[in-house]
Nanobody
Framework: QVQLVESGGGLVQAGGSLRLSCAAS????????MGWFRQAPGKEREFVAA????????RYADSVKGRFTISRDNAKNTVSLQMNSLKSEDTAVYYC???????????????????WGQGTQVTVSS
């Protein structure tokens, strides 16, 4: 099994930046597509970004495109989410997820992911 632990969340002013990290353990996730999701109070969990093995392809939600960047370091078994130009609408708990299947194309669907972290809170204030 794979364990995922997110870190880097916190309180930031609108327009500021944060970098989230996801550390995987249990086994290497170098062969897995990885994703970031978020859930705001009273709303459903939504897709944020995903990345393929070897970082060949990425996908982003329209709401974060151009502001967020997903990356991975397979040697360190980690995935990151750089968040710039943060807005109040970005306030949510952010989750890291791993797709344990053999697919090559990263998915936007939460049901495609087999392993999930505990989440880290991001709060953006004006």
């Amino acid at each position: 099994q794979v364990q995922l632990v997110e870190s880097g969340g916190g309180l930031v002013q609108a327009g500021g930046s944060l970098r989230l990290s996801c550390a995987a353990s249990g086994r290497t996730v170098s062969s897995y597509c990885m994703g970031w999701f978020r859930q705001a109070p009273g709303k459903e969990r939504e897709f944020v970004a995903a990345i393929s093995r070897n970082s060949i392809s990425t996908r982003y939600a329209d709401s974060v495109k151009g502001r967020f960047t997903i990356s991975r370091d397979n040697a360190k078994n980690t995935v990151s989410l750089q968040m710039n130009s943060l807005k109040s609408e970005d306030t949510a708990v952010y989750y890291c997820a791993a797709d344990g299947s053999g697919r090559y194309v990263p998915s936007e669907g939460s049901m495609r992911y087999d392993y999930w972290g505990q989440g880290t809170q991001v709060t953006v204030s004006s």
